[in-house]
């Protein structure tokens, strides 16, 4: 396992040597939402807690909890190649987003043999 999840949230995996300590953060929102444990079994249990405080704060609050990703994002690519993406999407007949999209799609299957 590369990353932890629970409700819809996902934690990486950290070690440090010099402290001799799992650690990680929440990714795919801004909050910062971070945990840590001597083992790995300590490391998801601090990340299950961090991300059921922060749930609980956010209802305390009155604040909606963030989403981690939400389906969009920028990106930032040279000119020549936006361009020749948005010929060849053209040529596909379909818009520069599915062009994209599928594109990721197709890398993802290839590194994980998972479909998405």
Same mark, same amino acid.
């Given at each position: 396992?590369?990353? +932890? &999840? $629970?409700?819809?949230?996902?934690? *990486?995996?950290?070690? *440090?040597? &010099?402290?001799? +300590? ?8 801004? *909050? +910062? @939402?971070? $945990? ?5 079994? &300590? #490391? ?5 807690? /961090? ?20 389906? *969009? ?7 020549? #190649?936006?361009?020749? /993406?948005?010929? #060849? /999407? ?5 818009? +520069? ?10 890398? @993802? &299957? ?7």
């Amino acid at each position: 396992m590369k990353y +932890l &999840e $629970y409700k819809g949230y996902s934690g *990486s995996i950290e070690y *440090s040597r &010099e402290d001799n +300590l799992f650690y990680g953060k929440v990714i795919g929102i801004q *909050s +910062l @939402i971070s $945990y840590e444990g001597k083992t790995g079994k &300590e #490391l998801e249990h601090d990340f299950k807690e /961090a991300v059921n405080e922060y749930l609980e704060t956010c209802k305390k609050q009155g604040t909606n909890p963030e989403k981690p990703f939400k389906g *969009s994002f920028n990106v930032r690519i040279s000119p020549k #190649l936006h361009y020749k /993406a948005a010929l #060849l /999407a053209k040529e596909e007949k379909m818009s +520069l987003n599915n062009f994209v999209a599928e594109s990721i799609r197709d890398k @993802i &299957e290839r590194e994980t043999g998972t479909s998405v």
